[in-house]
Each structure stands twice: as structure tokens, then as C-alpha cells.
Nanobody
Framework: QVQLVESGGGLVQAGGSLRLSCAASGGAFSNRVMGWFRQAPGKEREFAAAISRSSVYTLYADSVKGRFTISRDNANNVMYLQMNSLKPEDTAVYLC????????????????????WGQGTQVTVSS
């Protein structure tokens, strides 16, 4: 089973930037779709972004499109989420996830497509 560890969260003012990292170990990484999800206090977990195994395809939630950029470095088993123009409503625990799938489909937004999850990193955006 793959272990995923997120880092890079923190407290930032509105309009600021953060870059999250997700380091993978213990199993196959480069041939699987990966994603970022987030969960705000009192709310359900929601999809933020996903990236195909070769980085050819990416998909973003409407709420983060144009502000967040997902990327991955398969040689080093790391995935990133660059977050710019942060807003207070971006405050959440951000979790990285590794899909069981290697093929890119429209279902990459679904939690059920992901088998392995990290513990999450807290992002807090102050107004």
C-alpha cells in the first residue's frame, strides 16, 4: 500500500500563496491518477484538482480554477498544488489521494476512485 504524506500547509493572508506537496512511498505512483481534495470545518470533503499519470490532463473544481495549479514529479514521487490568490473560503484540510486507475476519465472528481489517502495538511486563510 502506498503511503502519502502532505506538507506545506499553514496560515496565510487573503491574496497570498502556498504550495502543497504530497510525497508518495511504498508502491506504484507514476502510473496512476492523483488528486487533491479538501475538507472545510463542518462541510463534506470536496474535489479540488486531479492530474493524469503523465501530466497531460488536469482538472480543477470551478472554485479553484485559474488560481490553483496541480503538478507532479514522477521521478521523485511527488505531487504539488500551487495555490495563488487564496481566499478565506479556501480554508480547509487538504488531502492528497492516489487513484486505483491509470486511465483518465470524468470520474476523477469522485472520492470513490481513490484508494490511498494522506492525513492532510491544514490551510488557513485569514481575511
Amino acid at each position: 500500500q502506498v503511503q502519502l504524506v502532505e506538507s506545506g500547509g499553514g496560515l496565510v493572508q487573503a491574496g497570498g500563496s502556498l504550495r502543497l506537496s504530497c510525497a508518495a512511498s511504498g508502491g506504484a505512483f507514476s502510473n496512476r491518477v492523483m488528486g487533491w481534495f479538501r475538507q472545510a470545518p463542518g462541510k463534506e470533503r470536496e474535489f479540488a484538482a486531479a492530474i493524469s499519470r503523465s501530466s497531460v490532463y488536469t482538472l480543477y473544481a470551478d472554485s479553484v480554477k485559474g488560481r490553483f495549479t496541480i503538478s507532479r514529479d514522477n521521478a521523485n514521487n511527488v505531487m504539488y498544488l500551487q495555490m495563488n490568490s487564496l481566499k478565506p473560503e479556501d480554508t480547509a484540510v487538504y488531502l492528497c489521494a492516489l487513484s486505483r486507475a491509470s486511465v483518465w476519465t470524468s470520474q476523477v472528481t469522485l472520492e470513490s476512485q481513490y484508494d490511498d489517502w494522506g492525513q492532510g495538511t491544514q490551510v488557513t486563510v485569514s481575511s
